[in-house]
């Protein structure tokens, strides 16, 4: 996705079903339909979305698109795979924000983990991270400076501290990009406890 932004681009259409792990342990991202350039000021986006996945600003034609967008839906999708649960659709969470932390849930994680999770999930724009450059060292704890005090989120839950970090798993999420690069990526991958694993049912394309 860094690399996807560097051109300009935005994906607009991140969801676990667009993201394809190969034998080798690289990832692949899927379908460039949805895909419009960033760099217009003055445009009118078709409305294309996947509930649970597309931000309250995919929901309008003439919605602030741009990084962020792209950082929505990558943190729903890493929120539904260590919680096995889809997050409320976004336009639903601007008037009653249900949105659970996933250690309401069960799920242990480092702090600065689930902090980054759920920032990239901020409903506005604004509070969450402008680009996936700033969520990956949030994500990966390059800079827990953020977290080191009480930190009160747009998602309505206060979350503070930094944790320790467990027997981890590896999940190969940011390790590339499909349609722009077939290389590894150097910027470390998520890692969660095996043991918090949840089953994904996604829906297969022809």
Not at 14 to 29: Q, R
Not at 45 to 73: F, R
Not at 141 to 158: I, P
């Amino acid at each position: 996705l860094i690399e996807i932004h560097s051109q300009g681009l935005i994906h607009r259409d991140i969801s676990p079903d667009n993201i394809f792990i190969t034998a080798g342990g690289e990832s692949k991202l899927l379908d460039f339909g949805a895909a419009r350039s960033s760099a217009v000021e003055e445009k009118s986006l078709s409305v294309i979305l996947k509930h649970g996945y597309a931000p309250e600003e995919q929901y309008s034609s003439k919605g602030n698109q741009g990084p962020w967008t792209d950082v929505y839906a990558m943190g729903a999708t890493l929120y539904r795979c260590v919680t096995g649960e889809l997050p409320p659709d976004s336009i639903m969470r601007v008037h009653n924000d249900t949105l659970k932390r996933p250690s309401e849930l069960g799920i242990s994680l480092p702090a600065y983990v689930e902090q980054s999770i759920l920032r990239a999930l901020a409903v506005k724009a604004e509070d969450r991270f402008p680009s996936m450059e700033d969520f990956l060292e949030g994500f990966t704890g390059k800079n827990q400076a953020a977290f080191c005090s009480t930190t009160a989120l747009s998602t309505g839950h206060t979350v503070g501290g930094s944790g320790g970090k467990p027997g981890l798993y590896f999940l190969p999420f940011f390790s590339g990009t499909a349609g722009v690069s077939s290389r590894k990526a150097t910027t470390p991958s998520l890692s969660i406890p095996a043991s918090r694993m949840r089953p994904i049912t996604t829906t297969t394309r022809p």
